[in-house]
């Protein structure tokens, strides 16, 4: 818990609470449903809570602004990114079942209001926002066709509407293969642990 207030001092009271219980409400539910690895489960903070904020170094979403949560897995980005963004609505979506079961009782056991779960595979969904986030799930040619039509397209934010996708590695050619404009964000910038040095937010405007 000490590394999240480390890099964001200034969580209120129930942020506090609410990033402090991750910890125990990851542990029990990796128990029953294992959706982080049982050696990452010790790491659970800067690998998956700080490493899904690391978006939240790249924008701080207006209130009001909706986001899509594809292959949200066990909740991230979207969980630690709703316990920051409380006026921020999330929509988490994964295709295997019991993973949003787990994503379902880790928001009710924080209380957050602001998050809605669906089993669904990404293509199905036929609302629109205004940014669709996610932690390298697939290549981005895979998963640019997944969004295609998914945004509003008036932006609310100082970024344009479009994908904040967290990704690590040597990404030129991957990049390369979607021919969209991408704007690479290098979380090690912002973060000094070694684990970050080679991740990144790619931000991709669908605006």
Same mark, same amino acid.
């Given at each position: 818990?000490?590394?999240?207030?480390?890099?964001?001092?200034?969580?209120?009271?129930?942020?506090?609470?609410?990033?402090?219980?991750?910890?125990?409400?990851?542990?029990?539910?990796?128990?029953?449903?294992?959706?982080?690895?049982?050696?990452? $489960?010790?790491?659970?903070?800067?690998? /998956?809570?700080? /490493?899904?904020?690391?978006?939240?170094?790249?924008?701080?979403?207006?209130?009001?602004?909706?986001?899509?949560?594809?292959?949200?897995?066990?909740?991230?980005?979207?969980?630690?990114?709703?316990?920051?963004?409380?006026?921020?609505?999330?929509?988490? !979506?994964?295709?295997?079942?019991?993973?949003?079961?787990? !994503?379902?009782? !880790?928001?009710?056991?924080?209380?957050?209001?602001?998050?809605?779960?669906?089993?669904?595979?990404?293509?199905?969904?036929?609302?629109?926002?205004?940014?669709?986030?996610?932690?390298?799930?697939?290549?981005?040619?895979?998963?640019?066709?997944?969004?295609?039509?998914?945004?509003?397209?008036?932006?609310?934010?100082?970024?344009?509407?479009? $994908?904040?996708?967290?990704?690590?590695?040597?990404?030129?050619?991957? $990049?390369?293969?979607?021919?969209?404009?991408?704007?690479?964000?290098?979380?090690?910038?912002?973060?000094?642990?070694?684990?970050?040095?080679?991740?990144?937010?790619?931000?991709?405007?669908?605006?």
């Amino acid at each position: 818990m000490d590394i999240i207030l480390k890099y964001f001092p200034d969580l209120t009271t129930t942020q506090k609470e609410q990033f402090s219980k991750l910890f125990n409400l990851y542990a029990e539910w990796n128990e029953k449903i294992n959706v982080v690895s049982r050696k990452d $489960i010790e790491e659970l903070y800067e690998r /998956h809570v700080l /490493h899904s904020l690391g978006i939240a170094k790249v924008i701080t979403f207006s209130a009001g602004t909706k986001i899509l949560d594809i292959g949200t897995g066990g909740g991230f980005p979207g969980i630690p990114l709703a316990i920051l963004f409380p006026e921020v609505s999330f929509h988490l !979506v994964d295709s295997i079942g019991k993973k949003i079961k787990v !994503v379902e009782e !880790v928001a009710k056991g924080l209380g957050l209001t602001n998050v809605k779960t669906e089993h669904a595979r990404a293509e199905t969904i036929n609302e629109k926002y205004d940014f669709v986030v996610s932690r390298a799930v697939t290549r981005l040619n895979n998963f640019c066709p997944w969004v295609k039509g998914k945004f509003l397209t008036e932006s609310k934010n100082k970024l344009a509407n479009g $994908i904040l996708y967290l990704k690590g590695g040597d990404l030129e050619e991957e $990049i390369a293969e979607i021919n969209k404009q991408v704007v690479m964000y290098p979380l090690g910038d912002f973060f000094k642990e070694d684990f970050f040095e080679t991740k990144y937010v790619l931000h991709i405007p669908y605006v």
